[in-house]
């Protein structure tokens, strides 16, 4: 998604898509054409939302589409009913073979070293889009279900919501990016304590402080919050600026003299922008500014600034010879 590097063919609407095990709503639903805002639901009611393959699959294609859409400034993500999202389907496997129906037989080409873990696929699809999303944790989050949240602009949580990262109760490891994520979100000895102990809290525990940067009352709060802030960034921040500071401090340099390299560079390549132009004409205008600015076209030429890294499958190499 660094531009996209080929063409995407946006849909008339997106409430219409068929993507499976999510669905997709225009904010106003009422809406027949996509708006800037856009609601995605983890949508599988009877399995708690847990987590799949075509989930994984949807929610890429989706991401993809909207980071290419200049209709769409916002994604706000959350989960129908009582759950955000119950991890990993268990009933399925890990892998996305039938688990019940005998692990063991899982293709050897799913264990190698090709495998791709879905949670990262749907986790980078979230960091690497232009536009930012709003996560709105209205129920439980264990497993996967919390770490594709990590990659999100901004976290909101119902404050009783359980949160887990319980992969050591499991026999895994954290997965979907989220040893990159998450002790950059909370510290590192909070994410050492969350994962070691592989125990479930409330999003209103102090081990969760810094995870969300607002705890609701209710489910309904933390939606209706996130709908709100989301429309608020729709409606009054730059795209091409929200992009940028996030990649700065996701991707920035080592040193504070390095840093103040890499923001020289990217201002200056700001100045007289479009989207620079039209929030100084808006303020001194004492109106609510109208940006236009995206990254494929409005970008500054120091973007992106780091080494861009092939996800695809790993070149296959010959066997390992002795040294001895």
Wanted: charged share 20%.
């Amino acid at each position: 998604m660094y531009p996209p590097s080929d063409p995407v063919e946006l849909p008339a609407s997106y409430a219409s898509l068929d993507l499976p095990h999510i669905k997709i709503s225009h904010v106003p639903e009422s809406s027949k054409e996509p708006t800037p805002v856009l609601l995605l639901t983890l949508y599988r009611p009877q399995n708690n939302n847990a987590f799949t393959r075509q989930m994984q699959e949807s929610i890429t294609t989706f991401y993809t589409l909207v980071n290419s859409d200049d209709r769409v400034r916002v994604v706000v993500l959350t989960g129908h009913g009582k759950m955000f999202c119950a991890g990993a389907d268990l009933d399925i496997g890990f892998l996305g073979g039938a688990a019940k129906a005998g692990a063991k037989a899982v293709a050897k080409s799913e264990r190698d070293i090709d495998h791709r873990d879905g949670g990262g696929r749907a986790s980078l699809a979230i960091h690497q889009c232009s536009k930012p999303t709003v996560a709105a944790l209205q129920g439980s989050a264990v497993g996967v279900g919390i770490t594709m949240c990590l990659p999100a602009t901004i976290r909101l949580a119902y404050a009783k919501a359980k949160i887990g990262f319980v992969f050591a109760r499991r026999g895994i490891i954290m997965e979907a990016c989220s040893h990159y994520f998450l002790p950059k979100l909370i510290g590192l000895s909070r994410a050492l304590h969350l994962t070691t102990t592989g125990s479930v809290y409330p999003a209103e525990h102090p081990l969760m402080r810094e995870l969300f940067s607002e705890i609701l009352p209710t489910p309904e709060a933390t939606l209706a919050r996130a709908l709100e802030l989301a429309d608020e960034i729709a409606k009054n921040t730059s795209t091409v600026s929200t992009k940028l500071m996030r990649d700065m401090m996701y991707r920035g340099p080592a040193s504070a003299e390095e840093a103040h390299l890499l923001d020289s560079k990217v201002i200056h390549g700001l100045f007289g922008s479009k989207d620079n132009t039209e929030g100084v004409k808006s303020f001194f205008e004492k109106r609510p500014p109208n940006f236009t600015g995206t990254m494929v076209n409005d970008a500054p030429e120091a973007w992106p600034w780091w080494s861009q890294v092939d996800v695809g499958s790993v070149p296959k190499v010959g066997p390992r010879t002795s040294k001895l």
